[in-house]
Nanobody
Framework: QVQLVESGGGLVQAGGSLRLSCAASGRTFSSYTMAWFRQAPGKQRELVAAITSGGSTNYADSVKGRFTISRDNTKNTVYLQMNSLKPEDTAVYYC????????????????WGQGTQVTVSS
């Protein structure tokens, strides 16, 4: 059983930065693939970034070069550093976790946080 809690969302101006955090409970955190998804009104949930237990990362093309995912296994926390934010980044951001192999499919992630709102104004 894994419980995830996101924080760090808010309202920022276009071009600004935010750092999202996801704190996880559970003693097997270090073996999980962690990911950030986002969902805007009227749109499907999409993968933003993922990081495996070994530190390999994957990013959506729309955020590549602007966002960075990282993890601190000692603190059971995964981060999403978001720079050069655009209004198109506005969405609810969700932290997710799954065991073993990485995946871009939301359906394969059994553990989810409650979401944190990110709003980018123009």
């Amino acid at each position: 059983q894994v419980q995830l809690v996101e924080s760090g969302g808010g309202l920022v101006q276009a071009g600004g930065s935010l750092r999202l955090s996801c704190a996880a409970s559970g003693r097997t955190f270090s073996s999980y693939t962690m990911a950030w998804f986002r969902q805007a009104p009227g749109k499907q949930r999409e993968l933003v970034a993922a990081i495996t237990s070994g530190g390999s990362t994957n990013y959506a093309d729309s955020v590549k070069g602007r966002f960075t995912i990282s993890r601190d296994n000692t603190k059971n926390t995964v981060y999403l550093q978001m720079n050069s934010l655009k209004p198109e980044d506005t969405a609810v951001y969700y932290c997710a976790a799954k065991a073993f192999m990485a995946s871009v499919r939301a359906q394969e992630y059994p553990y989810w946080g409650q979401g944190t709102q990110v709003t980018v104004s123009s």
